[in-house]
Nanobody, 121 residues
């Protein structure tokens, strides 16, 4: 069992930056693949980024967002640069075991409560 808590959401102008943090508690952090997903109003939850032994990104954020993890702090980060209004969503941190299909939300076992990111034009 692992508990996830996200921090760092807020309101930012287009072109700005935010850094999200997700702190995990419970079982060994290093045994989990960590992912970020987002859900905009009226839309399905979508993959943003994941960190296993390498990193994975959605095409829509590649080159603008960076996922990183600090195993000593049991924390995963999402650095978001060059933000666009279409990045507006609730961002969720998620955890699962190692395997395949890291871009599929249904494969993740644990979820945080989400943090709102709003990008104004």
């Amino acid at each position: 069992q692992v508990q996830l808590v996200e921090f760092g959401g807020g309101l930012v102008q287009a072109g700005g930056s935010l850094r999200l943090s997700c702190v995990a508690s419970g079982r060994a952090f290093t045994s989990y693949v960590m992912g970020w997903f987002r859900q905009a109003p009226g839309k399905e939850r979508e993959f943003v980024a994941a960190f296993s032994v390498t990193t994975y990104y959605a095409d829509s954020v590649k080159g603008r967002f960076t996922i990183s993890r600090d195993n000593a702090k049991s924390t995963v980060y999402l650095q978001m640069n060059s933000l666009k209004p279409e990045d507006t969503a609730i961002y969720y941190c998620a955890a699962r075991g190692f395997g395949a299909n890291y871009k599929e939300a249904s494969t993740y076992d644990y979820w945080g409560q989400g943090t709102q990111v709003t990008v104004s034009s």
